[in-house]
Every structure is written in C-alpha cells, then in structure tokens.
C-alpha cells in the first residue's frame, strides 16, 4: 500500500513563498496536490506524471506554483510563489494507480491513496 507524507506547510505573508514536499513509498504513479479551505470542498490543484514530463495545473495558480518529482529520493514538490490569502487551506498530495494525469485530474475520485496534509495560511 502506497503511504503518502506531505510537509512543508506553514505561515506566510502575502507574495512570499513556501514548498511543500510530498514523501510516497512505493513511488511508481502520477501524483496530484489538493486543497481544502475551510467550509469549501477539496480542489485539485495540480499533477505530476509518474516521469515527470506531464504537469497539470487549475488556472487559479498557474504561473505561481510549479509541479516537480525526484523520482531517486521518492518525492514530489509543489513550489508555491507569490502567494495570495485565498491559497490558505490544508494541502493534499494524492495518487490512484495510473502513470499519466487524467483529463480530470482535478476529481478526487481518480485518486487512492492519500496523506495526512499540510497547512498552509497566507496573511494578508
């Protein structure tokens, strides 16, 4: 069973940055970063391809966040820059069993397996 450890969360003012890390075992899948704001339901935030060489992103943070995988330490990133108080919420890094990110990448019900989260809060 693959078991999914996200850090890296934390405080931050507006326009300033943080990377969240996402530590899997068994490492062969794409992977996928969701959110949840309180009161509001999970949204998908972006995907990596099990090599790598695909990315998905929501519109509301493209050009802001970036996707990444080192395969060799098992490990997905998420880069988060100029960040904003609408990104606070509690992140999730998650992955089914297929190497490719779907069309809907952004439905969790594509995904298995997920972490505990991290939280992330922007102060204006």
């Known amino acids: 069973q693959l078991q999914l450890v996200e850090s890296g969360g934390g405080l931050v003012q507006f326009g300033g940055s943080l990377r969240l890390s996402c530590a899997a075992s068994?490492?062969?899948?794409?992977i996928g970063w969701f959110r949840q704001a309180p009161g509001k339901e999970r949204e998908g935030v972006s995907c990596?391809?099990?090599?790598?060489?695909?990315?998905k992103y929501v519109d509301s943070v493209k050009g802001r966040f970036t996707i990444s995988r080192d395969n060799a330490k098992n490990t997905v990133y998420l880069q988060m820059n100029s960040l904003k108080p609408e990104d606070t919420a509690h992140y999730y890094c998650?992955?089914?069993?297929?190497?490719?990110?779907?069309?809907?990448?952004?439905?969790?019900?594509?995904?298995?397996?997920w972490g505990q989260g991290t939280q992330v809060t922007v102060s204006s």
């Open positions: 998650a992955s089914g069993r297929s190497l490719a990110c779907a069309s809907n990448y952004y439905d969790s019900r594509q995904y298995v397996y």
């Open positions: 990596i391809s099990a090599s790598g060489g695909s990315t």
């Open positions: 068994g490492f062969p899948y794409a």
